[in-house]
T-cell receptor
Framework: GDSVTQMEGPVTLSEEAFLTINCTYTATGYPSLFWYVQYPGEGLQLLLKATKADDKGSNKGFEATYRKETTSFHLEKGSVQVSDSAVYFCALSERDSSYKLIFGSGTRLLVRP | KAGVTQTPRYLIKTRGQQVTLSCSPISGHRSVSWYQQTPGQGLQFLFEYFSETQRNKGNFPGRFSGRQFSNSRSEMNVSTLELGDSALYLC????????????FGPGTRLTVL
């Protein structure tokens, strides 16, 4: 079945460093791709999405490009802040007759001042 | 517009009991999905409801059930609780037809003793 693989964490960076969190997927169809973020004690917040090949999703300085040829959707940010410390989840939606997200295992990001 | 609300936020039960969790979607959203989040298994899809009908179900035992009411509010029930049911239960709502973006509530933290 469909699946999402994320890089293991935690990822520890200093403030203003460049961030990359790798995400690859396996899907039989043509999924939509998402990044969600979870802060301690909270639910999931949508960070960005992309629905077709070469689409770039962006929000709050984060970006990710839908790469169909490499089945990837890596998350990047040019300069992280302490407030970006959270767990990041990559997910796909199969876009069939129901709404079901398949999530990666999550990557914890720790940003030190 | 108010977000997805879930009640209660925290719940403590003992093995063998049953529990009912509630989710109110964003106004106008007619699809509601439920997910279980645990440290070991990550985020797993439980089921999705649209217009009071279950459209998709994840790989969970029959002790997990749900329903949706005519106002799109949803409940999930877990009977004969086991220690392994301790988890954060997240509800998400979606506007169907044209978008598959899911918006999550803060979750209900269930602890089974």
């Amino acid at each position: 079945g469909d699946s999402v693989t994320q890089m293991e964490g935690p990822v520890t960076l200093s403030e203003e460093a460049f961030l990359t969190i790798n995400c690859t997927y396996t899907a039989t169809g043509y999924p939509s791709l998402f990044w969600y973020v979870q802060y301690p004690g909270e639910g999931l917040q949508l960070l960005l999405k992309a629905t077709k090949a070469d689409d770039k999703g962006s929000n709050k300085g984060f970006e990710a490009t839908y790469r169909k040829e490499t089945t990837s959707f890596h998350l990047e940010k040019g300069s992280v802040q302490v407030s970006d410390s959270a767990v990041y989840f990559c997910a796909l939606s199969e876009r069939d007759s129901s709404y079901k997200l398949i999530f990666g295992s999550g990557t914890r990001l720790l940003v030190r001042p | 517009k108010a977000g997805v609300t879930q009640t209660p936020r925290y719940l403590i039960k003992t093995r063998g009991q049953q529990v009912t969790l509630s989710c109110s979607p964003i106004s106008g959203h007619r699809s509601v999905s439920w997910y279980q989040q645990t440290p070991g298994q990550g985020l797993q899809f439980l089921f999705e409801y649209f217009s009071e009908t279950q459209r998709n179900k994840g790989n969970f035992p029959g002790r997990f059930s749900g329903r949706q009411f005519s106002n799109s509010r949803s409940e999930m029930n877990v009977s004969t609780l086991e220690l392994g049911d301790s988890a954060l239960y997240l509800c998400a709502s979606t506007v169907p037809a044209g978008t598959d973006t899911q918006y999550f509530g803060p979750g209900t933290r269930l602890t089974v003793l």
